[in-house]
């Protein structure tokens, strides 16, 4: 049974967590080596319970109730009695490494340790533990209260009764959870990589403005922000940083190369939202280019875009990453994609699908548009992911 939590880390992710656990009734440490991001946490999730009072989806009481539960400190010898710990630090792996080192000397032999990396192998994590077995990455999306979906990762030296633990822990919740392979990027931060990836390939070559590749995939795609957009919203640094992540991660595999576009985007400190600045400028909205509404060019930058993101979820499926129920779940909920990828393979027909990237890799001669064997095979024998 878990019951107390731990939380190390108290930014925007600990923080959030901090929030879910304590929402759903546990006992909840929040530790952080700085004093002031301790009291900044305390203040943010002050502010947010209130807002949450005033849109009265809670009480007065729940919120003093859920406030109560959580306490903060700078000592991490207060997690002695936790039964999970989760930590939500800088994404630095020594760092990972010496704290999982001391958590492990003060807590139960049964407590799990978990981390909500977005990037590091969880195998690599759990290494500095004497007990591996019980290590484990439960990573939540930003705004973790909000987002839905939750990728469990066991990783080789995981056991099954902690992938259980936090399976039934985190479903207990409330919230959607998939299991993933201990692969770069895991389900969604992999799969998800041709939505940016494409979209800047099609702008650097002169085929589309973002304006345009943003209506495409909106008005006549139905996914809820167009690359760009979303891009802005993320942060072209953050954003980039996981597009060279997973790059370096898979070996330099071509379908994951980083745009020279975005770098320099990031480099020139134009990194969307946050400094109002990124692909489209939000100081004059005004001064923004309008779409070219041409349909013929908008069906053909969805086709691109989209036969690239369906290749990815099939060799996500193909590698044993996650199953195609899983897949199609983790990016309608974690990323909030209009339909599931291996849903949308299966209507549009796996042989068009196919037929749109061998185009593309006849046309370009690059590796990054292989068709994958899974998507050949199912087209050859006219088999779909799901019963129709
Ligand atoms: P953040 O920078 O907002 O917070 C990290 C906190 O960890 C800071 O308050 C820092 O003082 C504290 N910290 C650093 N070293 C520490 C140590 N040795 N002991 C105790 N506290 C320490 O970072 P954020 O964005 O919350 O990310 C945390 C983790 O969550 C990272 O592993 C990241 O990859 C992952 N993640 C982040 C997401 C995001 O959108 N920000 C989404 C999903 C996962």
């Not at 007990?131 to 990783?155: D, K």
């Not at 692969?183 to 940016?196: E, H, L, S, W």
Request: net charge negative; glycine share 8%.
């Amino acid at each position: 049974m878990i019951s107390k939590i731990g939380i190390i880390g108290a930014g925007t992710m600990g923080c959030g967590i901090a929030q879910i656990a304590s929402q759903n009734g546990h006992d909840v440490i929040v530790v952080d080596k700085e004093q002031l991001q301790l009291e900044k946490a305390k203040a943010s999730l002050e502010k947010i319970l209130s807002r949450l009072c005033e849109k009265e989806r809670i009480t007065t009481e729940d919120k003093i109730a859920i406030l109560n539960r959580i306490s903060f400190t700078s000592e991490l010898k207060q997690l002695t009695d936790s039964d999970l710990v989760i930590e939500a630090i800088v994404e630095n792996i020594n760092v990972k490494h010496e704290v999982f080192k001391a958590v492990e000397e003060i807590v139960s032999e049964s407590c799990i340790l978990a981390s909500n990396t977005s990037s590091l192998s969880i195998a690599s994590i759990g290494s500095a533990l004497t007990n591996a077995n019980r290590s484990i990455g439960i990573h939540f999306f930003n705004p973790a209260p909000l987002m839905p979906l939750v990728e469990i990762i066991p990783a080789v030296q995981t056991d099954e009764q902690t992938l259980n633990s936090a399976l039934e822990l985190i479903k207990g919740w409330g919230k959607t959870v998939v299991t993933c392979k201990d692969t770069p990027g895991f389900i969604v931060n992999r799969v998800a990589r041709p939505f940016y990836g494409e979209a800047l390939r099609i702008y650097e070559e002169g085929i589309a403005d973002f304006a345009t590749i943003d209506w495409a995939l909106t008005e006549l795609g139905g996914f809820k922000m167009g690359p760009f957009t979303l891009m802005d919203y993320i942060g072209n640094d953050v954003n980039y940083a996981v597009t060279e992540s997973v790059f370096k991660a898979f070996y330099y595999d071509s379908r994951f190369k980083p745009s020279f576009t975005q770098k320099r985007y990031a480099e020139a400190g134009f990194l969307g939202r946050k400094s109002g600045r990124g692909y489209y400028d939000y100081t004059h909205p005004n001064a923004n280019k309008e779409a070219k509404k041409d349909e013929s060019l908008g069906h053909y930058i969805l086709n691109r875009v989209r036969c690239m993101l369906i290749n990815e979820a099939i060799d996500a499926v193909f590698m044993g990453v996650g199953t195609p129920t899983d897949i199609d779940l983790a990016m309608t909920k974690g990323v909030n994609y209009p339909k599931g990828l291996l849903k949308w393979v299966d209507e549009i027909g796996h042989e068009e699908i196919l037929e749109q990237l061998k185009q593309l890799f006849e046309h370009y001669g690059e590796d990054r548009y292989r068709p994958n064997p899974l998507l050949r095979k199912m087209a050859a024998n006219k088999t779909t992911f799901f019963p129709v």
